[in-house]
């Protein structure tokens, strides 16, 4: 069958309609983007009201920021994973050097080696694993954490900026005696 004698359904979901008009949009500008101009106008020929795009925009403006969060905190916990890594390397070619040279052979070191070669594997899956509620709850601590650490640093810049006026001035007072 061809395209031409393919028949257009009559009823469109709202994902086909979304679908159909993004391939649209996409081939009427020519570097395939558009200005926040050009967006208005397009949601005014869609009689779509201007509070519906202001909510929208403003939801696609807070899945963007989450998504960066997400990318983050993704490489935050690779970054730890590095560490833990290179930690591990270290300490275990010491321990097997140790073990070969005061013996001649490997013993007691393989298990080390096993063991937190064991828990690093572990490590590594749940770096890795950006689905579920584990992954969900580790990424609100630590968006929780990074929001306080902010919040804690606008404070003391505050107090910083609200005590440097002072000490200026009970300093110049003492100047004055």
Do not use: C
């Not at 081939?27 to 200005?35: A, F």
Request: aromatic letters at 12%.
């Amino acid at each position: 069958m061809t395209a031409s004698e393919f028949q257009p359904p009559q009823i469109y979901t709202q994902e086909d309609v979304q679908q159909i008009l993004h391939l649209a949009i996409a081939k009427k500008t020519d570097r395939g983007e558009l200005s926040r101009e050009q967006l208005w106008e397009i949601a005014a020929e869609l009689e779509i009201d201007s509070e519906s795009l202001q909510a929208a925009e403003r939801d696609w403006l807070n899945r963007r920021l989450l998504d960066k969060k997400r990318q983050e905190f993704d490489l935050y916990r690779r970054d730890l994973l590095k560490q833990k890594v290179t930690r591990y390397a270290i300490v275990n070619i010491f321990l097997v050097s140790l073990d070969f040279l005061s013996g001649g052979a490997l013993s007691w070191s393989l298990y080390i080696l096993l063991i937190w070669g064991l828990g690093l594997a572990l490590d590594t899956w749940k770096t890795f694993q950006t689905k579920g509620e584990a992954y969900e709850q580790a990424f609100q601590r630590w968006n929780l954490k990074n929001e306080m650490r902010q919040t804690l640093a606008s404070l003391w810049s505050k107090f910083k900026n609200w005590w440097e006026p002072q000490t200026t001035t009970s300093d110049s007072t003492v100047d004055d005696w």
